[in-house]
């Protein structure tokens, strides 16, 4: 009798701690990746602002918001889906999608070691934005803000166009106040690049009429 008192008095301690253990505790419920600053302030996460990462720059951590490093991607999505050794059926190479002609504007001579090179593909990408940049003052300070053939003409905007399809293309659209249609040899707009890609913040990028690299 005794043992078997033993074994039920042991056998309730074990359930009791066993239901105690599953025992729901009353938390409260935050939503999902609330973060509590120091001060008591909160801000969730994730965020489109980039103040609102404060050791981000300290992490050396890409921000793909409305900035530089979002505008690349989204750039370099559209043209090769980031693929930087793609080269299409015309012999436009690389993540950015970059010709002949444009890579000799800034430099770029040895095609082949270009393709197989992504940082020298990245520093292209920015010399090239520098370029049109300067390339285009005139028209960013004159249209920016502005809406045209029923777009919001932005800086980002004007340059993703220029990456298309050339400064030239971009100064003659603005001149025929938007109603000469630039489309390239796969029938994309020059419109539809100045609406996807309008917007982003590229204060970063500096206007360089001498923007060249050496591959």
Do not use: C
């Not at 359930?15 to 600053?37: A, C």
């Not at 990245?122 to 045209?148: C, D, H, M, P, T």
């Not at 293309?169 to 609406?195: E, M, P, Q």
């Amino acid at each position: 009798m005794i043992k078997k008192w033993y074994f039920y008095a042991s056998l309730i301690v074990i359930i009791t701690f066993l239901s105690l253990g599953f025992k729901p505790f009353n938390l409260e419920t935050k939503p999902w990746f609330l973060i509590e600053k120091t001060d008591g302030s909160e801000y969730l996460f994730p965020s489109l602002e980039e103040d609102d990462y404060p050791t981000l720059h300290k992490l050396n951590a890409p921000f793909t918001g409305k900035r530089l490093i979002g505008f690349k991607e989204a750039v370099a999505f559209k043209e090769s889906q980031g693929k930087y050794r793609l080269v299409n059926s015309l012999g436009y190479m690389g993540k950015y999608q970059f010709g002949t002609q444009a890579l000799r504007s800034i430099g770029v001579q040895n095609k082949k070691a270009f393709l197989k090179d992504p940082a020298l593909q990245e520093k292209a990408f920015i010399a090239l934005l520098s370029k049109n940049k300067w390339i285009l003052r005139n028209e960013i300070e004159r249209y920016e803000g502005k809406v045209i053939s029923g777009i919001a003409i932005t800086e980002s905007g004007i340059l993703a166009a220029a990456h298309l399809g050339g400064a030239g293309s971009v100064k003659n659209f603005f001149k025929n106040k938007g109603n000469r249609h630039f489309r390239d040899a796969y029938g994309t707009s020059l419109k539809s690049y100045l609406r996807a890609f309008g917007g982003y913040d590229l204060s970063y990028i500096v206007a360089d009429s001498n923007a060249t690299i050496h591959d």
